[in-house]
């Protein structure tokens, strides 16, 4: 009868790893300037995701000395579970893009939408990780076992955070706040043409009193490449109207000659230290960050 | 701001209006004829006020009331 039940070390196991794993889920689920998942219900969603996606990690290692390898093949399934989060947070957003100030785009959703299937991984790989960790040290005190399994669970969360922390515009650029102008019903910010859709008396009045507006200057030639994408220049614009609100008017034009690009808008707050901490904390999308040690790589002797 | 000049246009003109009756050629968006630039004026920020638009003024004198 007994043998139908885990053993003590198991349960340790699996308690541990699950533990360990959801913990790193929730070390990287932060209400952070972004405000995503800044709902209480998009936190349970998360917690309860990763609990499972840790439990799935946790379990892999007994299943494998119980000779039952059919049992691993579940992982597939749980792959395929972070796929529908993915989807799921992509069609969330999506709906959500007509109620939001600005656009979000969808290169910013797509790429938030994966940064949510990556960081369930993060659960999976370090339960698994810790429980590997605890199996292979598999000593008689049972916390000594637990310890090494939380150790390496925290180096693996520490290494996979290091891993998927992307970067920001202001580690490609330099943002300065600028002068908004407008002349008639033309809107000018440091002598770039942005919008003449200021046709009436309260328009240019509000923007001439209230406007803002920031430039970003990229530091090498290249990162245009990255900053005059529009879904970049969407994403930025995004964080600032989030951040800040929007009273009237959001804009983003880009300079053809010196690449330089611009963002104004009237914000409800007028912060400009916030306004430039959010165009700098922006992230830069996956899908427009160009490697250029990739470009030149000549793996098949291509001449 | 709208999508780039390659992208597919997300706006829409609501109303044009002018004082020049000989600018007025047809198409989908209202068309209206002010008798003096105050008029023209009011008109414009009296439809953008109630469709929830922007007004542009052109360097010809008219308006155009949009949606972007």
């Given at each position: 009868m007994n043998t139908e039940f885990l053993s003590q070390q198991n349960i340790v196991l699996i308690t541990t790893a699950v533990i360990t794993g959801t913990s790193a889920r929730l070390l990287v689920l932060k209400q952070d300037y972004r405000q995503y998942p800044s709902y209480p219900n998009g936190y349970l969603i998360h917690i309860v995701t990763a609990i499972i996606a840790a439990f799935l990690g946790a379990v892999a290692i007994p299943a494998l000395l119980t000779k039952?390898?059919?049992?691993?093949?579940?992982l597939s399934l749980a792959i395929q579970q972070f796929r529908d989060i993915r989807k799921m947070e992509r069609d969330s957003l999506k709906d959500l893009e007509n109620t939001e100030y600005t656009y979000r785009g969808n290169a910013y959703i797509d790429g938030i939408a994966k940064t949510f299937e990556s960081r369930n991984y993060f659960a999976l790989v370090v339960s698994f990780l810790t429980a590997l960790t605890i199996q292979l040290l598999?000593?008689?005190?049972?916390w000594v076992n637990v310890v090494s399994g939380v150790i390496a669970g925290a180096i693996s969360t520490y290494l996979l955070k290091r891993f998927s922390k992307g970067k920001t515009i202001g580690d490609i650029a330099d943002v300065e706040m600028a002068e908004v102008q407008v002349k008639g019903s033309e809107l000018y910010v440091n002598d770039i043409y942005v919008s003449?859709?200021?046709?009436?008396e309260n328009a240019s009045k509000m923007y001439q009193e209230e406007g803002i507006a920031a430039i970003i200057y990229p530091?090498?030639?290249?990162?245009r490449i990255t900053l005059d994408n529009f879904g970049q220049r969407q994403a930025a614009l995004f964080e600032t109207t989030r951040a800040m609100g929007v009273k009237r008017y959001s804009f983003t034009r880009k300079d053809y000659k010196q690449g330089r690009v611009v963002i104004t808008l009237v914000p409800i707050i007028k912060d400009t230290d916030a306004f430039i901490e959010a165009i700098k904390k922006t992230p830069l999308l996956e899908n427009v960050k160009k490697s250029h040690s990739v470009m030149e790589t000549n793996l098949i002797g291509r001449e | 701001m709208g999508r780039e000049a390659t992208m597919k246009p997300d706006y829409e003109i609501l109303a044009y209006i002018t004082?020049?009756?000989?600018?007025?050629?047809?198409?989908?968006a209202q068309a209206l004829l002010a008798k003096n630039e105050e008029e023209q004026r009011i008109i414009a920020q009296d439809i953008a006020k109630a469709l929830k638009a922007d007004t542009v003024k052109l360097k010809c004198g008219d308006y155009m009331v949009i949606r972007v």
């Open positions: 039952n390898f059919v049992a691993v093949t579940f598999n000593y008689k005190i049972i003449n859709l200021l046709g009436s530091r090498e030639e290249h990162f | 004082m020049n009756s000989k600018r007025v050629l047809g198409g989908k």
